[in-house]
């Protein structure tokens, strides 16, 4: 069955620390891979896209790695601060040019001062 | 610009009653609209998709429907709420294609007692 995974456990860092995301999914062959951020009780906010043929994408202190052969994205907050807290969901295309995303469970990310 | 309006913000209805969630759409034409229910600590959950007036897409077998009478509108309706049907509802729309972005409302906290 198709799945996306992301680590349900909350991830605790440091202010200045460096945060890495984990998505993986099996099951799908995506042409693009998103981000978004969720504050709680609001709906997501778009963070970054990046398609099958890149590897990396930046955008500030964010940065967002693709690989298709490990089925697999990482997402970076470098010099992470405490506003950076949230809970990040990684969403990708379920059959390709229809707009239709499917989502993973988001990982919450706490930064402490 | 374009904005997306989504009310209420909070609801809580007895199990059995109707319910009616209305999204509309502003500053856009002929956008992809989609209905996401989130439940607690879980992930979003595709309902419904629509990609133009009348043209709705049911992604799961529930309890709920949905329908877009203009093209900038999109309801989200149940004749008898479950228990089940608790949850964070979103609205969402994009420009369609290949690797648009979703853009959220606020959304609506349901809660069936």
């Known amino acids: 069955s198709q799945k996306i995974e992301q680590n349900s456990e909350a991830l605790n860092i440091q202010e200045g620390k460096t945060a890495t995301l984990t998505c993986n999914y099996t099951?799908?062959?995506?042409?693009?891979l998103q981000w978004y951020r969720q504050d709680p009780g609001r709906g997501p906010v778009f963070l970054l896209l990046?398609?099958?043929?890149?590897k990396e994408k930046r955008k500030e202190r964010l940065k967002v790695t693709f690989d298709t052969t490990l089925k697999q994205s990482l997402f970076h907050i470098t010099a992470s601060q405490p506003a950076d807290s949230a809970t990040y969901l990684c969403?990708?295309?379920?059959?390709?040019?229809?707009?239709?995303?499917?989502f993973g469970q988001g990982t919450t990310l706490q930064v402490k001062p | 610009s374009q904005t997306i309006h989504q009310w209420p913000a909070t609801l809580v209805q007895p199990v059995g009653s109707p319910l009616s969630l209305e999204c509309t759409v502003e500053?856009?034409?002929?956008?992809?609209l989609y209905w996401y229910r989130q439940a607690a600590g879980r992930g979003l959950q595709l309902l419904f998709y629509?990609?133009?007036?009348?043209?709705i897409s049911s992604e799961v077998p529930q309890n709920l429907s949905a329908s877009r009478p203009q093209d900038r509108q999109f309801i989200l309706s149940s004749k008898k709420l479950l228990l089940s049907d608790s949850g964070f509802y979103l609205c969402?729309?994009?420009?369609?294609?290949?690797?648009?972005?979703?853009?959220f409302g606020s959304g609506t906290q349901l809660s069936v007692l």
């Open positions: 969402a729309w994009s420009l369609g294609g290949d690797g648009e972005k979703l853009f």
């Open positions: 990046i398609r099958e043929n890149e």
């Open positions: 969403a990708l295309d379920d059959t390709g040019n229809t707009g239709k995303l499917i």
């Open positions: 500053g856009t034409s002929n956008p992809n």
């Open positions: 099951n799908y062959s995506p042409a693009y």
């Open positions: 629509s990609v133009g007036i009348g043209q």
